[in-house]
């Protein structure tokens, strides 16, 4: 009997705490919603396992916070700011900017969609947030994942694991959160508005304008270029069609192995004992009411172009200001077929989405510099 009790001694089961069994639950039931409703699950599929790996007792700590393990390694990246940055590099060499060169008044819905990142950050100051907690937990509204591990790793990394799954978990559940928004501010018949075709644009256009946007921002918005600067660099490589080598190893190759790593690591963060309390709670609901301003944002600001363009602009695309591309774009196109089968408004939301990565990425740029 005493061999027996040694031995169990030794398992992980005699220090598993109640703590550590709701943390493995909640990772097992975020696998479940990666792999069986495949709700985002590039990113909540790694961030899962990651914050398994960190919730299972008996390990040496493979989590991040003792010096020597792997992860604790592989976590530098984030710690330093590294993985974001290339993240948007792969996706500006995976976007095309057309819709929204093709119509610049995008960017104003891309703008009024960062409601969100503000209304939240408010919220979270009159909760008791520090400043620098708050415009971590605003940044949750942009809808941007890399964005918000970037500017939570500046000025709160104590509380980059919640932000983290927060943000990632509110862009997979994109396609439930908008829709029933969407509809609540909207009419049927501004539903309906089907849109005129997109000018084309041309080449010489696509060139130039990651090229402008990046002096004009970092101009502005220093503290912006390393998101910016990658983003705009992915796309000047992608539209200048003369290194697709480096096009298809951006997007394909580098952008998964990166989003691996950065996804289990950041999972690893959230161990029960920084995870299970009432702050992260509170930037658990405040992540939702970010997410859901961001979105309302957009959709008023729709409507107040639809009406002054004489009801040619269908407000929904407003809801695509956010920046979880292309999905919010995807739901935008989604909803609009429901009412009118004809409808297509995916390419015109995409000008929004599109705004709403540069919008998200000069927001953070303006809390580093006030919060730094």
Do not use: W
């Not at 703590?19 to 909540?44: D, F, G, H, S």
């Not at 950050?121 to 947030?129: E, K, N, Q, T, V």
């Not at 089968?341 to 995916?346: A, D, R, T, V």
């Amino acid at each position: 009997m005493n061999l027996l009790n040694t031995l169990y001694g030794t398992t992980g089961l005699s220090m598993l705490t109640f703590q550590q069994t709701i943390m493995i639950i909640v990772a097992l039931l975020l696998l479940y919603l990666a792999i069986k409703r495949e709700y985002e699950p590039y990113l909540l599929l790694p961030i899962a396992f990651g914050m398994l790996l960190a919730n299972l007792p008996g390990v040496p700590n493979e989590g991040i916070m003792e010096k020597g393990g792997l992860l604790y390694y592989l976590y530098q990246g984030v710690k330093l700011g590294i993985y974001p940055p290339l993240i948007f590099l792969a996706i500006g060499a995976s976007t095309d900017f057309g819709p929204l060169i093709a119509n610049p008044k995008s960017l104003l819905l891309g703008a009024a969609a960062q409601l969100g990142i503000f209304t939240a950050f408010i919220g979270a100051i009159l909760l008791g947030f520090t400043g620098k907690e708050a415009a971590s937990i605003g940044i949750i509204g942009g809808a941007d994942g890399p964005t918000a591990i970037y500017t939570t790793s500046k000025l709160a990394p104590h509380m980059l694991g919640p932000i983290a799954v927060a943000a990632y978990s509110y862009m997979a559940l994109v396609p439930v959160i908008q829709p029933p928004i969407i509809k609540l501010l909207t009419t049927k018949k501004e539903r309906q508005i089907k849109m005129i075709q997109l000018r084309e644009v041309s080449k010489k256009e696509k060139i130039i304008f990651p090229i402008v946007v990046t002096i004009l921002v970092i101009l502005l918005v220093p503290s912006a270029a390393s998101l910016i600067g990658m983003l705009m660099l992915g796309n000047l490589i992608k539209e200048s069609e003369v290194v697709p080598n480096l096009v298809d190893h951006a997007r394909g190759a580098m952008l998964y192995i990166i989003t691996i790593v950065l996804g289990t690591t950041v999972g690893a963060t959230a161990n029960a004992q920084t995870f299970l309390n009432v702050k992260t709670l509170g930037i658990i609901a405040l992540g939702l009411f970010a997410f859901a301003m961001g979105t309302v944002g957009g959709v008023l600001f729709g409507k107040i172009m639809c009406k002054f363009s004489g009801g040619k602009i269908n407000p929904m695309i407003g809801a695509a200001g956010v920046s979880a591309v292309p999905m919010a774009a995807r739901v935008v196109q989604k909803v609009g077929q429901e009412e009118n089968p004809s409808n297509f408004l995916l390419m015109h939301a995409m000008g929004p989405n599109v705004a709403g990565v540069i919008g998200s990425a000069v927001a953070a740029g303006a809390l580093l510099i006030i919060f730094k």
